[in-house]
């Protein structure tokens, strides 16, 4: 699959894919799936011992610098436009305010407030942009809505609140990158997400290297503190490279296939299975999600089951043709 994106760029779309069959687009959802399962990873990284303390924009950066790793061989074809200015800010700030929002919060908080920004994503791309869509696409929507609402209504009461600050502008931020992209369709989807992570490591860097510090007026002995050792170095390449950089081409391959707000209604497996790893991984007790977030995420589940056993009945699906998300790369934190 790698391979198949190296040789044929995501910014050039065939005429062969204005058609697909059942196999395909089932091929494309469960390259979304893969990656979703991926992304979800984030918490097992973000809350691991070996992070404890650490400031989330510090985690952002090597996060991001790692990820490039994967990323920049990826790039056939770079291009330059004042648009991927927005872009790329924005993209930073979600990294930001995510992390920590997480390193603040608990996990299943941050995910489910950034995950504020796929409703947008949906309507967006169906009233702007003329995605094709049916009835179980909105009433996934509805469902993921009112699961997000609920957990936003009692976590934004018991959480710290420049937690749920953060990740709320965690979830506007993800939306408006979406948004950039979409602008940006005509550009190299590859060279788009490592630009994105280029800048974002060049602009946390002061938070993560001593010799930059004073750039924003940050103590040097201080982020000096947070100076990966041993097995931190493992984790954060792993935490950039599997987590952040591979899902993206999974996503963006899938969107060859099938419509942006189908692969973001499947990426919602993502926001259910943060807290799973966390807890499996560093203990029930201290990260078990509260009542509303495992309420709230039967809700966002439930409306997957129903989208999804309608395509079992073998009804046609709408045809994949001169998407405008065709070539979208994905805007996940």
Known sequence: MLQTLRDKPLSFVPAMLT???????????????????????????????????????????????FACVILLPMVRRPSWSWKMVPMTLIFAAMNYTYLTAMARGSAANAIWLQNTGPMIVLLVGVLVFKESSRGLDWLMAALSSAGIGLILYFESQGAAFDAVLYGLASGITYAGVVLSLRMLREHESAWLIALNHMVTACILAPFALPLLAPVYELEASVVEQYWPQGRQWLMLAAFGIFQMGLPYFLF??????????????????????????????????????????????????????????????????????????????????
């Open 19 to 65: 058609q697909t069959t059942s196999a395909e687009r089932w091929r494309a959802r469960l390259l979304v799936l893969i990656a979703a399962l991926l992304w979800s990873s984030s918490g097992f990284f973000a809350k691991a011992p070996d992070f404890k303390g650490w400031p989330g924009p510090t985690i952002a950066f090597w996060r991001a610098l």
């Open 252 to 333: 963006a391959r899938s969107l060859r296939t099938i419509p942006g707000h189908e692969a973001s209604g499947i990426g919602l497996v993502e926001p259910l299975l943060v807290p799973v790893w966390v807890c499996l991984a560093w203990g029930w007790r201290e990260n078990m999600p509260a009542w509303w977030t495992i309420a709230g995420g039967g809700l966002i589940f439930s409306g997957l089951v129903l989208r999804y056993l309608g395509t079992l009945r073998d009804q046609p699906e709408l045809p994949v043709s001169n998407r405008p998300d065709a070539n979208e790369a994905p805007a996940n934190a």
